[in-house]
């Protein structure tokens, strides 16, 4: 009698564990926190905090992304250091303005008027000129500095300089007045405003940017100056 032969039973493929399952935005996490390390250990460095700040205002969109993956606590820290730096950085530099202003020390080559300037209009000195124009509105972003959500005016501003030698626009100080009180300037860095650039003007060159102040009822004063006593003004009728 010939007996068949019984194939062994089929063994069952065991489900996934839940540790081989695949990270969610893990990356992103990392990456948000590597940031807010590297602006925070840059915000007290002045010129060096210009660019760690636009680190860290990038690892807070990817850590707000992030907290939708498994790395939820990993996602966290990195975007509250990432805010933190940013923080640190506006206070920084703000710290340093008022030091400036303390010392008195005067960009040679300002050489500023007593005229008042319209908005459109041009200061020239003897070795840069400047021009504030393009009044545009906007509608400062959500980790803005005073207020988030907030209506704001923002102006072009250009250096020229026209000098033999670089130009340091980090000793430029610019304030605003709406109406009869003093116009908050706006620190954005996603919406492109953080504060006067720290670049040298070479020679021949000239150096645009924007820079913003929280809307207020009222003309516009905005007084252009150095560390020391140069000053030029701009005036808007609205």
């Known amino acids: 009698m010939t007996t068949t032969p019984v194939p062994p039973p089929l063994q069952s493929t065991p489900p996934p564990s839940a540790s081989s399952k695949p990270s969610k935005f893990k990356g992103l996490a990392w990456t948000a926190l590597i940031s807010g390390i590297i602006g925070v250990v840059g915000s007290p460095v002045l010129f060096l905090n210009n660019a760690t700040v636009v680190v860290a205002g990038v690892g807070v969109v990817l ?49 500023a008027s007593s005229q008042t300037y319209a908005v459109g209009d041009t200061h020239r000195g003897t070795d840069i000129d400047i021009t504030v124009a393009e009044p545009k509105g906007f509608t400062t972003g959500t980790y803005a500095m005073p207020k ?25 100080l610019i304030q605003a007045t709406a109406g009869s009180t003093p116009a908050e300037q706006v620190f954005d860095t996603a919406g492109g405003f953080s504060g006067v650039p720290s670049q ?39």
């Open 63 to 111: 850590g707000i992304i992030a907290l939708f993956g498994s790395k939820r606590i990993l996602a966290t820290i990195g975007t509250v250091l990432c805010v933190l730096a940013i923080v640190f950085t506006l206070l920084a530099q703000n710290a340093a303005v008022k030091k400036l202003n303390e010392l008195g020390a005067p960009a040679a080559g300002f050489e």
């Open 148 to 172: 988030q959500n907030a209506k704001g005016v923002s102006y072009q501003v250009t250096v020229a300089n026209h000098s033999a030698k670089p130009w340091p626009a980090a000793m430029l």
């Open 200 to 238: 040298d003007v070479l020679s021949g060159k000239s150096l645009t940017f924007r820079i913003g102040f929280l809307d207020s009822p009222g003309d516009v004063a905005i007084e252009v100056g150095t560390a020391g006593e140069d000053k030029a003004h701009f005036a808007q009728k609205r």
